[in-house]
């Protein structure tokens, strides 16, 4: 597996701890939007030196192929990110399996980055780490997350009660799974 990849518009990358500043000013951007959905971040989390120890461990997790977050750039803008999808709990064996994560700024949002994004990491989860299945766990009130992971052609397979505490109250999430060979993908290598 690259730690580079590109699609028609987009650069994907594992960065590493000299991006610290970038990510934390995407963090920060979207802070508002991204803290309805996530779960209550350390104090610490909106500071350089947090994020530079974040992207050591992601860096170090990807090289062990247990963990894998890419960055996305603009093609051609490449100190500014605009989004991000992750691979997690990643499961060999008789699973084969992972868990997605995505966010984007919201600048970016209604232009299928995340979209484009997510095909290119689908392709690399079941072409080059040869997984079988990935799911995604989604808040019922996310609309857009839910539509755009229903048109790629994950499928609603049940409510994942109580889940996640957020902000401390526990959440349920809708748990949506595609396997590969299956979905609306086209051609995901492109």
Request: some cysteine; hydrophobic content about 35%.
């Amino acid at each position: 597996m690259d730690m580079s990849y590109q699609t028609e518009r987009l650069e994907l990358k594992i960065l590493t701890d000299t991006a610290a500043a970038q990510v934390l000013r995407f963090y920060l951007d979207n802070q508002e939007v991204f803290e309805e959905y996530e779960t209550d971040r350390p104090q610490q989390f909106y500071t350089e030196p947090f994020q530079k120890l974040l992207l050591q461990s992601e860096y170090n997790l990807a090289i062990k192929q247990a963990s894998f977050r890419f960055w996305v750039f603009e093609k051609g803008k490449p100190s500014h990110v605009i989004g991000t999808v992750s691979f997690h709990n990643v499961r060999r064996g008789f699973h084969q399996s992972c868990e997605m994560g995505y966010k984007f700024d919201q600048r970016y949002w209604g232009r299928g980055y995340a979209k484009e994004s997510i095909l290119k990491c689908i392709w690399i989860a079941f072409e080059e780490l040869k997984l079988h299945r990935i799911e995604a766990y989604v808040l019922a009130e996310n609309t857009a997350s839910r539509k755009l992971l229903e048109g790629i052609g994950f499928r609603l397979e049940g409510i994942k009660r109580q889940s996640v505490k957020m902000h401390g109250v526990w959440r349920d999430h809708e748990l949506y799974g595609l396997v590969a060979g299956e979905g609306n993908l086209g051609k995901l290598d492109r």
